[in-house]
C-alpha cells in the first residue's frame, strides 16, 4: 500500500515562490501517474498538475500552467510541486494522489487523502 505525505507549505507574499514536495513509502512510484490536487476554502477539491510513471510527461491545469513545474525524483520516490509567481488564488490545502487519468487532462484521484500541505498566499 502506497502511502503519501505532503509538505512545503507555508504563507508567502503574491508574486513568490514554494516548492512541495510528495514522498511515498511502500511501494515506489515509478509505475505510476501522480497528481497534485488542492482545496480551496469554500471549494471543491480541484486537480492542478500530474506526471505520468511511462514517460514522464506532465499535464497542468490553464489556471497554473507557465507557473507551476511538476516533476519527480523516483530515486527519492519523491514528486514535486515548484510553484512561482504565486496569486491569491492558489491559496489552498494541496495534496497529492495516485492519478487513474493518467495525467489526460482528467483527474482521477485513487485511495485515501492525507492532511496535505497549506499554502497560503497573502500580503
Known amino acids: 500500500q502506497v502511502q503519501l505525505v505532503e509538505s512545503g507549505g507555508g504563507l508567502v507574499q503574491p508574486g513568490g515562490s514554494l516548492t512541495l514536495s510528495c514522498a511515498a513509502s511502500?511501494?515506489?512510484?515509478?509505475?505510476?501517474?501522480i497528481g497534485w490536487f488542492r482545496q480551496a476554502p469554500g471549494k471543491e477539491r480541484e486537480g492542478v498538475s500530474c506526471?505520468?510513471?511511462?514517460?514522464?510527461?506532465?499535464y497542468y491545469e490553464d489556471s497554473v500552467k507557465g507557473r507551476f513545474t511538476i516533476s519527480r525524483d523516483n530515486a527519492k520516490n519523491t514528486v514535486y510541486l515548484q510553484m512561482k509567481s504565486l496569486k491569491f488564488e492558489d491559496t489552498a490545502v494541496y495534496y497529492c494522489?495516485?492519478?487513474?487519468?493518467?495525467?489526460?487532462?482528467?483527474?482521477?484521484?485513487?485511495?485515501?487523502w492525507g492532511q496535505g500541505t497549506q499554502v497560503t498566499v497573502s500580503s
Open positions: 494522489a495516485l492519478d487513474l487519468g493518467f495525467c489526460s487532462g482528467t483527474f482521477l484521484p485513487f485511495g485515501g
Open positions: 511502500g511501494r515506489t512510484l515509478d509505475n505510476y501517474a
Open positions: 506526471i505520468s510513471g511511462t514517460d514522464g510527461s506532465t
